[in-house]
């Protein structure tokens, strides 16, 4: 089985080639968008394999930071491209679904299939507690501006203005997290000797697998050029809403690193690994890849705010609701993965028709 995926994504990886040879041939836009699509697939593969090897170097704190910096790169670009192009709508899109899909479909994904091979799986309620905070934290951050925005009908440099605000303060808290994990508090966090007590071992060094992200990466940036230049009239084509296509379809294709790595883990009994990864990604995008957008936007006069739709920020809201409740106890089972991933079923099916 491990042999046919493997064989899927090196097949997949030929749509890389093929969507630059499409560009340069000034092909249809909807093909030239589904190309570099599945193109960014494999990338995001070998990104998760690499991050994979780095994770298994390190404490699970460190590993999920390092998963979740690198799947959020390939976001990070793409909306950048797409605020150049004025997406404004797509790029907020795009950021409520990595933050659900991470939350809701990593989480519940990872907690689905780990319980299916362990009749119940344990996790440090500390460290998932820190994250938890964070979480609601985010809401808050992402939810005063829309609530703002809709409640005060106050002026767009006033809404601007509290955007940027908030940007650098969820910034802050967000280094803030760091310092904690890493230095003052990381005996929270360090669960090295379960990890090593495992079987698993590295096949690459630290060095070869940095070196395949940073070359990975540098292939993403392009492929997210070509999907952000196409994207517009792609979506006319098909017939789906900017909306529908950042929530769902970026969202995804841009984390799936992400959850085959978190599966993994979960599958060999590191449920905590798999838990940082999808909280820590969430959280990342929240309060630090959405105040760079803010700040790029600020320096590029793009017009970017954080005046999220009510539909938007209530997925937000519930998605962190239900994943604090489940992980509140510091245990799991298979159910409650499947309940995670009914309810981000449930938002991506309205998002279809919003």
Known sequence: MKIGIEKVFLYLSLFIPASWLFSLLDLDKTIIFVSSVLAVIPLARVIG??????????????GGLVNATFGNAIELFIAILALRKGLLELVRASIVGSIIGNILLLTGLSVFFGGIK??????????????????????????????????????????????????????????????FAFFTHKHLFDASDEVKATQESPSISKMGAMWILLVATLVVAVESELLAGTVEEAARSIGLSHTFIGIVVIAIITNIAEKANAIHFALQDKLDISLEIGLSSAIQIALFVVPILVFVS????????????????????????????????????????????????????AFFFV
């Open 298 to 349: 600020q320096i590029f006069n793009f017009g970017f705010n954080l005046v999220f739709s009510m539909f938007e920020t209530a997925a937000i809201l519930f998605a962190v609701m239900i994943v604090n409740y489940l992980s509140a106890d510091g245990k799991c089972h298979w159910l409650e993965g499947a309940q995670l991933i009914t309810v981000y079923l449930i938002i991506a099916i």
């Open 49 to 62: 394999y690499a991050t994979k090897e780095l994770a298994l170097q390190t404490n699970p704190a460190v």
């Open 118 to 179: 362990y009749r119940e799986q344990r996790f440090n309620q500390s460290s998932i507690g820190v994250s938890s905070t964070m979480l609601i934290i985010m809401v808050v951050g992402l939810a005063i501006p829309s609530v703002y925005s809709l409640a005060v009908k106050g002026k767009a440099t006033q809404v601007q203005f509290l955007s940027d605000s908030v940007a650098i303060i969820l910034a802050l808290i967000y280094l803030a997290g760091i310092v």
